[in-house]
Each structure stands twice: as structure tokens, then as C-alpha cells.
């Protein structure tokens, strides 16, 4: 569970703050999708839920923890990450790649195969691609792999920045179809950031809707849609359904 407590930030010369007193908490399970317009704060969001950013106030509590005392390094090895320009190592083979954690986490060498072989079948991708390096691999494969990188070593939580947002409308749909069933069998909280509002829609189970740092918005899709809680929501949702 994640409990996101009047949560505040503002970057130097900024002229508002990217994080301005946000409250949301997120349940076991859940697969929630954030939602705005460039700029009011999504990645910062998930950014300071791993701790590669700080916050000003507030508080930011994972499983009755508050992240403040949990240092950042091994935090980030608890919790997934995945992000639009996919950042696979160029230089290590798919196996390499998605092995990263576990090797970090010392598993032992055939604890680490089992969950290799294991991942590339979760994504379709045969054993045979494991000695290949990322640049012998499409956009969308290699976006596959950057997902069950991030899920390797079975991390409770998973934070997922944009990662379809480079990839043509296809193969999106497809890893859209692949990232829900990945997530149903898992009792796991993915957070997905997109600027899509039909992309948010379908996957979340809850939508965060930001602009300029505040959540306007926090609820489920057809709870959206019915009873759009302000003039910034009414116009999202204008845009796309009207
Ligand atoms: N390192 C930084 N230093 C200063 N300002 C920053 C920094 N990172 C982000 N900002 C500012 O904070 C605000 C929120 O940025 P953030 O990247 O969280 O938005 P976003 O919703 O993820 O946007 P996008 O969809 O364009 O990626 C923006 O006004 C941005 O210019």
C-alpha cells in the first residue's frame, strides 16, 4: 500500500509547484494510471515515490514505512521502473539486461536462468533471444524486455513512465492487452504515468488526473466519466469525447 501524504515540491524557478500537497493512498493490487498534460507533474509523482527525487513536505509511506527512513539505493531494487526511452544496456545480451536485479540481489546463478526463461515467455519473445543485445531487437520487443526487467525480481510495486509512448498504435494496443494479464496475475501496484487519455482509461482501474502539480481528480474511469469533478477535467474529457 502506498499513502501519499500532502505531498509538496517545487523545483527552483519553477513558478509553481510540480507537487502541490497531493493525498492519494493506493491499494494492493491495483493498476492506477496517471493523467495530464506535459509539464503538471507526472513523472516528478513517480519520481519521488523511488526517491530519485526529493520532496519538499509531506510524506510518502510504502507498506507502513515512510520512505524517508529507507535509503534511496535499495528502495529502487524493491520497486520496478520503466520508462520511455526504455534504457536497456547496450552492451549486455537480453538475459544480461533482465538478470540486472537479481544479480544485484545475489540470487544464485539458476534462480536467475528459471526467471529469465520464465520472463521471455510471459512476453513471448523465444529462449533464443537471450544471447542477443538490445539493438538486434524491434522498439516494441525491446520494450517488452524493459517490462519484465522491471518486474524481474518480483517487486511489489511497479512504476511505468510513459513506456508505450514511442511505440506505433499496433503493437501499443498489444503491450497495453500484455501489461493488463501481467498484472492480473499478480496481487501488484502498477502506477503508469501516459498522456494518453484513452491509454489511461483502459488501463487503469483508477485514474489520477493532474494539472500544474494538483490532482484534480482521483477515481475510477466510469466515475470519471459520469461526475467530472472540475472545469479541467470537463475539458480533458471534452476533448476526446465530444
Ligand atoms: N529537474 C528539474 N528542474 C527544474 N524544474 C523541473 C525539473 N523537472 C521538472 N521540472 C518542472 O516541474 C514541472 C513538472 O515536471 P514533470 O516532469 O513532473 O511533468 P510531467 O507531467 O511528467 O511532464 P511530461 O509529460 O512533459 O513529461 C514542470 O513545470 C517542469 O518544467
Known amino acids: 500500500m502506498i499513502e501519499i501524504k500532502d505531498v509538496y515540491k517545487k523545483y527552483e524557478n519553477s513558478s509553481y509547484p510540480a507537487l502541490d500537497h497531493i493525498n492519494l493512498t493506493i491499494n494492493d493490487g491495483e493498476l492506477i494510471t496517471v493523467l495530464g498534460t506535459s509539464g503538471c507533474g507526472k513523472t516528478t509523482l513517480i519520481k519521488a515515490i523511488n526517491k530519485l527525487h526529493d520532496i519538499d ?3 510518502i509511506i510504502i507498506d507502513h514505512k515512510n520512505i524517508n527512513d529507507v ?8 520497486i520496478g ?7 536497456l544496456f547496450p552492451h549486455m545480451t537480453i538475459a544480461e539486461n533482465i538478470a540486472t536485479i537479481p544479480e544485484l540481489l545475489k540470487w544464485e546463478k539458476d534462480r536467475i536462468n528459471k526467471r529469465v526463461d520464465e520472463l521471455l515467455e510471459m512476453i513471448d519473445l523465444p529462449k533464443e533471444y ?5 539493438r538486434e ?26 513506456p508505450f509512448g514511442a511505440i506505433d498504435a499496433i503493437t501499443r494496443e498489444h503491450l497495453q492487452d500484455e501489461l493488463i494479464r501481467i498484472h492480473k ?3 501488484k501496484i502498477f502506477i503508469f504515468v501516459t498522456h ?10 483508477k485514474v489520477i488526473i493532474m494539472d500544474k502539480g494538483r ?3 482521483f477515481d475510477t474511469p466510469d466515475h470519471i466519466k459520469a461526475h467530472p469533478a472540475t472545469p479541467f477535467v470537463k475539458k480533458l474529457l471534452g476533448v476526446a469525447y465530444d
Not at 521502473?81 to 534504457?87: E, L, N
Not at 537471450?130 to 538490445?134: D, S, W
Not at 494518453?196 to 482501474?205: Q, R, V
Open 57 to 59: 513536505s509531506g510524506e
Open 71 to 78: 535509503d534511496g539505493v535499495a528502495l529502487r531494487r524493491t
Open 81 to 87: 521502473y520503466v520508462i520511455q526511452q526504455v534504457g
Open 130 to 134: 537471450k544471447n542477443r543485445y538490445p
Open 137 to 162: 531487437l524491434s522498439g516494441g520487443q525491446q520494450q517488452r524486455v524493459g517490462l519484465v526487467r522491471a518486474l524481474a525480481a518480483d517487486p511489489h510495486i511497479v512504476l511505468l513512465d510513459e
Open 185 to 187: 496475475n499478480g496481487n
Open 196 to 205: 494518453d487519455l484513452n491509454e489511461a482509461f483502459k488501463l487503469g482501474d
Open 215 to 217: 490532482v484534480e481528480q
